[in-house]
Every structure is written in C-alpha cells, then in structure tokens.
Nanobody
C-alpha cells in the first residue's frame, strides 16, 4: 500500500508561481512512477507530468511543457510540481498519483486527496 498527501496549493494571482509537494509513505518499488493530474469542475481528470522512481525519466503533457516542472527528492520520496506563469485556466484540484509504469491515463493505482489551486485574474 502507498499513501500520498499533496500540499502547496492555494490562491495565487495570474502570472504567479506555486510549488506543489507530494509526500509518499508505504512500500514503493523501483518500477513505480509518480504523476500529477488535475481536475477542474465539470472536466475530466487531466494528465500533467510524470517521473520515474530514480527521477531519470519524465513525461509532460504538451499543454504544460516549459510551464510546469516535475522533480523528485529520492531520499525523502517527495515529488514536486513547480508551476510558473499560472493562468486562471490552471485553477483546479491537483492530484498526485503512483503507478507501476508510465501512463497518461487517470488509471493510476494510488491517489492522494488533492490540493486546490485557484488562480485569480
């Protein structure tokens, strides 16, 4: 079992930045991949970025390349999402997830409860 807890969300003005954190506890394996998704009201859950256990490989949705950066602190098993130049359309609940392998589909094995990000215009 893996438990995930997101933090770092909040209210920010357009053009601002936020850094989300995902704390992992439980048993993790070398083939695990961490990802960030987001979901706005009335919309489907959207893949943003993923990173493997070693932090050596990453995957980004085209919509966030150069805009968001995923990183990982291997020792503490923390995963981060640095979000720059935020726009009102980035407002959503952001979720951390873990899966045995890369996927852009919201079918990951483990999920956090989410953290709310609101970007004001």
């Amino acid at each position: 079992q893996v438990q995930l807890e997101e933090s770092g969300g909040g209210l920010v003005q357009a053009g601002g930045s936020l850094r989300l954190s995902c704390s992992t506890s439980g048993t993790v394996y070398g083939n695990y991949v961490w990802a960030w998704f987001r979901q706005a009201p009335g919309k489907e859950r959207e893949f943003l970025a993923a990173i493997d256990w070693r932090g050596a490989n990453t995957d980004y949705a085209d919509s966030v390349k150069g805009h968001f950066t995923i990183s990982k602190d291997n020792w503490k098993t923390m995963v981060f999402l640095q979000m720059n130049n935020l726009k009102p359309e980035d407002s959503a609940t952001y979720y951390c997830a873990v899966n045995a392998g890369f996927s852009r589909k919201p079918d990951y094995d483990y999920w956090g409860q989410g953290t709310q990000v609101t970007v004001s215009s």
